[in-house]
């Protein structure tokens, strides 16, 4: 007896979806960036209503490079903030403060923004 594979009538990107949700996975806080993600998910599927698998697998991509994206720039914001933070000018550097300086881990070397 032969069985019939069962296909999937409908797509929803927020329970079917794939790599957005591997992108959350790597987020520095999960539970702020999931809901964030879920919110865009539900909007995208929402407009999209994508009808069939296809459709359903290019707005799982669409939403993963988005997510992706988002992350990176909050990245490059928080780097952007630390070396702000963190230059205490090239003065600071070219005269560290002797003893202090000597025992950081990280030196002038080695501590570029």
């Excluded at 809901?35 to 697998?57: D, I, M």
């Amino acid at each position: 007896m032969k069985q019939k594979a069962e296909v999937q009538k409908d797509w929803n990107l927020l329970r079917d979806g794939l790599l957005w949700k591997v992108v959350v996975k790597g987020a520095v806080d999960q539970e702020a960036f999931s809901k964030q993600a879920e919110a865009f998910v539900k909007q995208l599927q929402e407009a999209a209503k994508p009808k069939n698998a296809l459709e359903g697998l290019l707005l799982d991509r669409m939403a993963s490079s988005y997510l992706r994206k988002m992350m990176l720039l909050e990245y490059e914001a928080g780097a952007k903030d630390f070396c702000q933070r963190t230059a205490l000018n090239e003065e600071l550097w070219a005269n560290p403060p002797g003893l202090i300086f000597e025992t950081m881990p990280l030196g002038p070397s080695v501590m570029r923004c």
